[in-house]
T-cell receptor
């Protein structure tokens, strides 16, 4: 059983379009992180959300933490080919960081 | 952000040999480090929690005698894959947790067992 359900797992869109990736769970997390991973490299931290209802923006990326701290979303505006990669949500529970399945995003020029 | 290194980045070994992978936090101290395994096109699977000065805590289904973890200092954890077999081939990634409880990941180690 996956503790964190991430969707969609694969997404291929055209440059300039918007997209949203979801991360859902029935568990409450003390914090949730979003990472981006390139092939053959380790994940790179994008953002950490801690407070229920929190919204953080990182240029064209908007991250939201659900009020109940069970879910989160990542919205990308006007996607660019450089956004291509594997996006991972990770939730901290019992002081361990566990990951969803990941979303493999491809932005086509 | 904080920097975590791993060594080696790639290793190829023969079946039956043991391989040691090092994980270092370069600019901060980490009492807790974590080891993950990642299969091709899959997400990261937590293998174990490495605690400085004490025994590692393994996730269900991970053999502690197969994957030996040592966390001898606040900046170094090692993972030794003992008697490696082809099914142990994978991408192994470590992370280190800083004083704010944020985890930073190493660049990973690609292990290929022939």
């Amino acid at each position: 059983t996956q503790l964190l359900e991430q969707s969609p797992q694969f997404l291929s869109i055209q440059e300039g379009e918007n997209l949203t990736v979801y991360c859902n769970s029935s568990s409450v997390f003390s914090s949730l992180q979003w990472y981006r991973q390139e092939p053959g490299e380790g994940p790179v931290l994008l953002v950490t959300v801690v407070t229920g209802g929190e919204v953080k923006k990182l240029k064209r990326l908007t991250f939201q933490f659900g009020d109940a701290r069970k879910d989160s979303s990542l919205h990308i505006t006007a996607a660019q080919p450089g956004d291509t990669g594997l996006y991972l949500c990770g939730g901290t529970i019992a002081q361990k960081l566990v990951f969803g399945q990941g979303t493999r995003l491809t932005i086509n020029p | 952000g904080a920097v975590v290194s791993q060594h080696p980045s790639r290793v190829i070994c023969k079946s039956g040999t043991s391989v040691k992978i090092e994980c270092r936090s370069l600019d901060f101290q980490a009492t807790t480090m974590f080891w993950y395994r990642q299969f091709p096109k899959k997400s990261l699977m937590l293998m174990a929690t490495s605690n400085e000065g004490s025994k590692a805590t393994y996730e269900q289904g991970v053999e502690k005698d197969k994957f030996l973890i040592n966390h001898a200092s606040l900046t170094l954890s090692t993972l030794t894959v003992t008697s490696a077999h082809p099914e142990d081939s994978s991408f192994y990634i470590c992370s280190a947790r800083d004083h704010r409880s944020i985890q930073f990941f190493g660049p990973g180690t690609r292990l290929t067992v022939l």
